[in-house]
């Protein structure tokens, strides 16, 4: 995610909770940068969808964990490169 797609999501999230959700003019961009620090590896469209879900079930404005897409552990390993070596492992003890 860009810094301006994190100022973007600032603001719907600022319309989206209007009362409760309001950033002072001139700490917008100390704002942009905290969230940009949490979120700024993400992906802008999915983020949007979180935040969407959160909108629909939650009535207080969400922190950026709130909206924080982990990935499942799965993702993170290749899974295919672990399968060779446990068959590697298998035929030298056979």
């Not at 973007?8 to 209007?18: A, G, K, S, W």
């Not at 802008?44 to 009535?59: G, I, N, S, V």
């Amino acid at each position: 995610m860009k810094k301006h797609e994190v100022a973007e999501l600032l603001m719907r999230i600022h319309f989206l909770y209007p009362n409760q959700f309001n950033i002072d003019e001139s700490e917008f961009l100390e704002a942009v940068d905290a969230w940009y620090m949490v979120l700024g590896k993400q992906d802008y469209d999915a983020t949007l969808d979180k935040l969407k879900r959160y909108a629909a079930e939650h009535r207080y404005p969400p922190a950026p964990a709130d909206l924080y897409i982990k990935k499942h552990a799965a993702y993170e390993t290749n899974i295919i490169s672990e399968i060779e070596k446990w068959e590697r492992e298998a035929v030298g003890k056979c």
